[in-house]
């Protein structure tokens, strides 16, 4: 495959990373909520059996977690 050809693998990963970022960013500004379905994309229907996908999986479920505890709350 040439450098600049988009294959199949190179996408999803591209897609697993961007949603990723995207989940991080909006928790580092403070809005978790914005931030759950990012994360939820990539901790669920991205097959990530390396660290990174360990990184989304457990900031998802720390996130769900701290906003359903605040849901509850109210």
């Not at 989940?23 to 931030?35: N, R, S, V």
């Not at 097959?47 to 989304?56: D, H, K, T, W």
Request: hydrophobic share 40%.
């Amino acid at each position: 495959a040439s450098p600049t050809e988009k294959t199949p693998r190179l996408m999803t990963s591209a897609q697993f990373y961007a949603y990723l970022y995207l989940g991080l960013y909006f928790d580092a500004l403070g809005e978790p909520l914005k931030a759950l379905p990012y994360l939820e994309k990539a901790a669920s229907q991205f097959e990530r059996f390396n660290y990174m996908g360990e990184v989304a999986r457990i900031h998802h479920l720390t996130l769900q977690g701290a906003a359903n505890s605040k849901s509850k709350a109210l």
